[in-house]
């Protein structure tokens, strides 16, 4: 149980450092200013391939804290700490509630991110849009059509 505890809060540690991640690399996109924003998304894709490996390492010492206690293989935190005895029945719940509390910190940033994300993009589609030399714009289906380009006024002094 102990190595599944240490695996445990290994994992609890490295989402908290993901939802840190998450909310640099927001901070990064709101503020306007790119310059960062490849480096925290390869930090927080990091985070991510570092969790993933972690949750091997979890899965392992699950299976073996579960045949401990008699229950099959591949058996769910709560399931692991009803089959235990205190400590490790309040230990293995207070993980639990940690997961689910962080989880859906994690879940929440990263439906922000995207939107910002989708946001800068069709804002730069837009301005895009505007420059070329085609007049451009939707149909009532969501397609994008063309016209005739006219008159531009460009300030040079920039």
């Known amino acids: 149980m102990e190595k599944l505890s ?22 990064v996109m709101a503020s ?13 894709e990091q985070t991510l391939e570092t969790l993933r490996e972690t949750e091997v390492l979890r899965a392992v010492a699950a299976d073996e804290a579960a045949s401990l206690v ?8 709560s399931a692991l ?12 719940l207070d993980h639990r509630e940690a997961f ?5 910190r994690i879940s929440a940033m990263a439906d922000a991110n995207r ?3 989708s946001a800068g993009y069709r804002s730069a589609r837009e301005t895009l849009l505007a420059l070329s030399d085609d007049k451009q714009g939707y149909a009532h289906d969501g397609s994008v059509v ?8 460009v ?4």
């Open 70 to 77: 008699g229950l099959p293989p591949n058996p769910s935190l």
């Open 155 to 158: 300030d040079r002094s920039l």
């Open 6 to 27: 240490q695996v445990l809060w290994r994992e609890r540690d490295l989402l908290e450092l993901l939802l840190y991640r998450l909310e640099v690399e927001q901070l």
């Open 32 to 44: 306007g200013r790119t310059t960062w924003l490849m480096r925290a998304a390869r930090e927080v």
């Open 146 to 153: 063309g016209g005739p380009a006219g008159p531009r006024l």
């Open 81 to 92: 700490a009803e089959a235990c005895e205190e400590p490790w029945h309040t230990i293995l």
């Open 115 to 117: 939107e910002l994300i």
């Open 100 to 104: 689910h509390a962080v989880t859906g």
